[in-house]
T-cell receptor, first 113, second 112 residues
Framework: DQQVKQNSPSLSVQEGRISILNCDYTNSMFDYFLWYKKYPAEGPTFLISISSIKDKNEDGRFTVFLNKSAKHLSLHIVPSQPGDSAVYFCAARGDFGNEKLTFGTGTRLTIIP | KAGVTQTPRYLIKTRGQQVTLSCSPISGHRSVSWYQQTPGQGLQFLFEYFSETQRNKGNFPGRFSGRQFSNSRSEMNVSTLELGDSALYLC???????????FGPGTRLLVL
């Protein structure tokens, strides 16, 4: 049972444009969401997170939006740069007693120069 | 501050053998989690340790085990290796169980 889903295995975006990566979840106990970026042969790097009490969080070029009613979150990267080419993982966890991180299967983002 | 370190980085074993992987968390971090990544499967949670106690466990067979030492360093062990255990094993540390997890570079295990 895939509780966190990233339905797009890959995405290609022109340099300078907006990249939008999507993630859906099914477990209503999740209340904290994170995005990680992973280059080949490296561990995932934390990018940005959002608590369920918010619907938006920004950090530089990265913005995460959370729609709790739709159980959907998205990561926006503006403007997209070649160094953003990587695999992006969405992850979710609950509160005490449900702290383990559940990851999606990832979306491979390719920025076209 | 040094990041999460994992040793060894690469390992080749044969079926039936056992293996031990090591993880040193970021200084001050007391929670260590382990994940298995295989192609197309994302990161599958193995287990999480906090203050030397296993707090959470994923859906893996008993051949997968781990422990945490008093200095927060952690090891995971896989006994009776199977071909399907070939994967990237990632360790992540955090201050507490509810803080952001930071990952090491992983150990790439190949079982022949």
């Amino acid at each position: 049972d895939q509780q966190v889903k990233q339905n797009s295995p890959s995405l290609s975006v022109q340099e300078g444009r907006i990249s939008i990566l999507n993630c859906d979840y099914t477990n209503s106990m999740f209340d904290y969401f994170l995005w990680y970026k992973k280059y080949p042969a490296e561990g995932p790097t934390f990018l940005i997170s959002i608590s369920s009490i918010k619907d938006k969080n920004e950090d530089g070029r990265f913005t995460v939006f959370l729609n709790k009613s739709a159980k959907h979150l998205s990561l926006h990267i503006v403007p997209s740069q070649p160094g953003d080419s990587a695999v992006y993982f969405c992850a979710a966890r609950g509160d005490f007693g449900n702290e383990k991180l559940t990851f999606g299967t990832g979306t491979r983002l390719t920025i076209i120069p | 501050k040094a990041g999460v370190t994992q040793t060894p980085r690469y390992l080749i074993k044969t079926r039936g053998q056992q293996v031990t992987l090591s993880c040193s968390p970021i200084s001050g971090h007391r929670s260590v989690s382990w994940y298995q990544q295989t192609p197309g499967q994302g990161l599958q949670f193995l287990f999480e340790y906090f203050s030397e106690t296993q707090r959470n466990k994923g859906n893996f067979p008993g051949r997968f085990s781990g422990r945490q030492f008093s200095n927060s360093r952690s090891e995971m062990n896989v006994s009776t290796l199977e071909l399907g255990d070939s994967a990237l094993y990632l360790c992540a540390s955090s201050l507490t169980q509810l803080e952001t997890q930071y990952f090491g570079p992983g150990t790439r295990l190949l079982v022949l």
